[in-house]
């Protein structure tokens, strides 16, 4: 069984960093890639970044590109977001998610294993 664990989230001013991490537990060769979401109350979970485990291939929501970075260290089983810039359209619960299949997804509904959300506030 996946299990994954974020943290890293917290409050800070318009501008300033934060970097999320997410541990995996449980990894099968199967888990393709690593996804960020996003969720504020009311609205879907919304696509942040993606990263193959295989290659580091890296994908980003319009929103955060050029802000956030997305990476992963394979020897630790952990992905990263970096996240830079902030700005209080950033405010939400952030979540790392695990996704079996050979192409990544900006869809929600298609990744497997979740973690239980880290808050990130930025005030203005």
């Known amino acids: 069984q996946v299990q994954l664990v974020e943290s890293g989230g917290g409050l800070v001013q318009a501008g300033s960093s934060l970097r999320l991490s997410c541990a995996v537990s449980?990894?099968?060769?199967?888990?393709?890639?690593m996804g960020w979401f996003r969720q504020t109350p009311g609205k879907e979970r919304e696509f942040v970044a993606a990263?193959?485990?295989?290659?580091?291939?890296?994908y980003y929501a319009d929103s955060v590109k050029g802000r956030f970075t997305i990476a992963r260290d394979v020897a630790k089983n952990t992905v990263y977001l970096q996240m830079t810039g902030l700005k209080p359209g950033d405010t939400a619960v952030y979540y790392c998610?695990?996704?079996?299949?050979?192409?990544?997804?900006?869809?929600?509904?298609?990744?497997?294993?979740w973690g239980q959300g880290t808050q990130v506030t930025v005030s203005s």
């Open positions: 449980g990894r099968s060769f199967n888990n393709n890639f």
């Open positions: 990263i193959s485990w295989a290659g580091g291939f890296t």
């Open positions: 998610a695990a996704r079996s299949g050979w192409d990544y997804s900006k869809d929600f509904r298609l990744y497997d294993y």
